[in-house]
């Protein structure tokens, strides 16, 4: 199966930032979606952004309405990476983060391959 490769997160206190990064093989990087999913102790697995492959207008981006002003997901595609700028963390944002590709190039909502998740935890 495709692996994608998450890194970055830890341990941050409220109000504070992290960036989290996804890296995967330029093959199965090109021409798709990527997006970012979290899941809390005892909760249901929840999205929290995407961004479309990039074009000529730019790639399109989604937020789940919590984090919406607070992160920002982007891409470098030259590095077949894509990133989450975490700012203003609450507790609430504290769970384990999964970068995954979408199952085409525009987000649909849909998956075909994650990563093994990372970490994030923000609390004083």
């Known amino acids: 199966q495709v692996q994608l490769h998450e890194s970055g997160g830890g341990l941050v206190q409220p109000g504070g930032s992290l960036r989290l990064s996804c890296t995967a093989s330029?093959?199965?990087?090109?021409?798709?979606?990527m997006g970012w999913f979290r899941q809390a102790p005892g909760k249901e697995r929840e999205f929290v952004a995407a961004i479309n492959w990039s074009g000529p207008d730019g790639p399109k981006t989604y937020y789940v309405d919590s984090v919406k002003g607070r992160f920002t997901i982007s891409r470098d595609n030259a590095k077949n990476t894509i990133y989450l700028q975490m700012n203003s963390l609450k507790p609430e944002d504290t769970a384990v983060y999964y970068c995954?590709?979408?199952?085409?190039?525009?987000?649909?909502?849909?998956?075909?391959?994650w990563g093994q998740g990372i970490q994030v935890t923000v609390s004083s």
């Open positions: 995954e590709r979408g199952a085409g190039a525009a987000w649909g909502y849909s998956v075909d391959y």
């Open positions: 330029r093959r199965t990087f090109i021409d798709y979606a």
